[in-house]
């Protein structure tokens, strides 16, 4: 168990819909990132948050949303849903944002157990 | 350009044998991280070991130990002792400077197949 929680674990829904999906990171880190995992894209980074603030952006589309709260946890928010929007979302968290401490400090990131998102 | 590259798509070993999983990057940020993390079956990704660009030895976590070869841009996982429940799909992954913030940029992945 790597502490980091996502809800729900499965969802289905239909294109057109929008759903949330939810992640709460380790106790203490400050750093939230979304990756999607699908099989023709492979493992994508799609945003890091920071302590409540965007810090990095990547391959996300503007139909997609994130935003991190006051309590650490972060919410995707997925609209206008199409049939390729179909993947596994994964939450990740650090402790900081970045190359904190130097070069070599690790800052690994501990992943949820991902959402599976199929839309129908 | 592919910035991880894992040119194996899959790979089986003898149970209790070493295998290697090759991982070539890109990058010309002189300040980098390189993981390995592994995905079973069941989904979730775990992390495995950590390699940082100024690191002079090669990381060990365990069974596992990462070969890195800074000249040549890789950075092999070797798993000793090879166990059933090492089977499982492999990825390779960068991070660069800190510009960047801490986003991670993965290879496909190794499917690793352990036999009994």
């Known amino acids: 168990d790597s502490g980091v929680t996502q809800t729900p674990k499965h969802l289905i829904t239909a294109t057109g819909q929008r759903v949330t999906l939810r992640c709460s990171p380790r106790?203490?880190?400050?750093?939230v990132y979304w990756y999607q995992q699908s099989l023709d894209q492979g493992l994508q980074f799609l945003i890091q948050y920071y302590n409540g603030e965007e810090r990095a952006k990547g391959n996300i589309l503007e139909r997609f949303s994130a935003q991190q709260f006051p309590d650490l946890h972060s919410e995707l928010n997925l609209s206008s849903l199409e049939l390729g929007d179909s993947a596994l979302y994964f939450c990740?968290?650090?402790?900081?944002?970045?190359?904190?401490?130097?070069?070599?400090?690790?800052?690994?990131?501990?992943f949820g157990p991902g959402t599976r998102l199929t839309v129908l | 350009a592919q910035k991880i590259t894992q040119t194996q798509p899959g790979m089986f070993v003898q149970e209790k044998e070493a295998v290697t999983l090759d991982c070539t990057y890109d990058t010309s940020d002189p300040s980098y991280g390189l993981f390995w993390y592994k995905q079973p079956s069941s989904g979730e990704m775990i992390f495995l070991i950590y390699q940082g660009s100024y690191d002079q030895q090669n990381a060990t976590e365990g069974r596992y130990s990462l070969n890195f070869q800074k000249a040549r841009k890789s950075a092999n996982l070797v798993i000793s002792a090879s166990q059933l429940g090492d089977s499982a799909m492999y990825f390779c992954?960068?991070?660069?400077?800190?510009?960047?913030?801490?986003?991670?940029?993965f290879g496909a992945g190794t499917i690793l197949r352990v036999k009994s």
């Open positions: 106790s203490g880190d400050l750093s």
């Open positions: 990740a968290s650090s402790e900081e944002a970045g190359l904190a401490g130097g070069p070599g400090t690790g800052n690994e990131q501990f």
């Open positions: 992954a960068m991070r660069e400077g800190q510009e960047y913030g801490n986003k991670l940029v």
